[in-house]
């Protein structure tokens, strides 16, 4: 069964469902191949990721409802698919650091050969219009204050800050909200 995509313009998000995130795991790239369709990049996932799909993929394996809110592979709609990056959300509505009830909280990375060229701020477009067709209209994104990237496209989309909090794994993070409104 091929994995939910959500098409964009020029890039498809994959849901990395959690047969994908065990064949990458367990370095079966022809497996991700067949299953996903698309190429992973010979040095991804690097021990940060590895520590994000294994938590994932048991994510999935508890609830296996989840898997639609959770990573999907940035993948560039090329001949050749590569994976550029990944974006998803902290999980389903409720799950997010300002414990909103009907929020969910983004997140994404694009690799550092494709950044600057867009591809995130079309992946999280997306997105959240995918979320936005299951009824969700209040999205949270938590960012480092140093990432001056990653705020700026938040901001961009329309993201507004209105907090922060200590994360144990990144540190310090400033929280953004966006509330409806088309992006």
């Given at each position: 069964?091929?994995?939910?995509?959500?098409?964009?313009?020029?890039?498809?998000?994959?849901?990395?469902?959690?047969?994908?995130?065990?064949?990458?795991?367990?370095?079966?790239?022809?497996?991700?191949?067949?299953?996903?369709?698309?190429?992973?990049?010979?040095?991804?996932?690097?021990?940060?990721?590895?520590?994000?799909?294994?938590?994932?993929?048991?994510?999935?394996?508890?609830?296996?409802?989840?898997?639609?809110?959770?990573?999907?592979?940035?993948?560039?709609?090329?001949?050749?698919?590569?994976?550029?990056?990944?974006?998803?959300?902290?999980?389903?509505?409720?799950?997010?650091?300002?414990?909103?009830?009907?929020?969910?909280?983004?997140?994404?990375?694009?690799?550092?050969?494709?950044?600057?060229?867009?591809?995130?701020?079309?992946?999280?477009?997306?997105?959240?219009?995918?979320?936005?067709?299951?009824?969700?209209?209040?999205?949270?994104?938590s960012i480092a204050p140093g990432n001056a990237a990653s705020l700026a496209?938040?901001?961009?989309?329309?993201?507004?800050?209105?907090?922060?909090?200590?994360?144990?794994?990144?540190?310090?993070?400033?929280?953004?909200?966006?509330?409806?409104?088309?992006?």
């Amino acid at each position: 069964m091929r994995p939910e995509t959500i098409a964009a313009e020029r890039v498809d998000l994959v849901s990395l469902t959690e047969q994908i995130a065990g064949a990458i795991l367990e370095g079966r790239r022809s497996d991700v191949q067949a299953l996903g369709r698309f190429a992973l990049p010979e040095d991804w996932p690097d021990e940060h990721d590895r520590r994000f799909l294994a938590l994932r993929r048991r994510e999935m394996h508890a609830d296996p409802s989840r898997t639609p809110w959770l990573v999907r592979a940035v993948v560039l709609r090329s001949e050749e698919r590569p994976m550029i990056g990944h974006v998803g959300f902290h999980g389903p509505p409720g799950r997010n650091a300002r414990h909103e009830p009907r929020a969910v909280e983004v997140g994404y990375t694009v690799f550092p050969a494709y950044r600057g060229r867009g591809y995130a701020s079309e992946a999280v477009r997306a997105l959240l219009d995918w979320a936005r067709g299951q009824g969700i209209d209040h999205f949270v994104a938590s960012i480092a204050p140093g990432n001056a990237a990653s705020l700026a496209l938040a901001r961009r989309l329309g993201f507004r800050e209105v907090g922060r909090h200590w994360d144990e794994a990144d540190g310090e993070e400033l929280e953004l909200e966006l509330l409806s409104g088309a992006v």
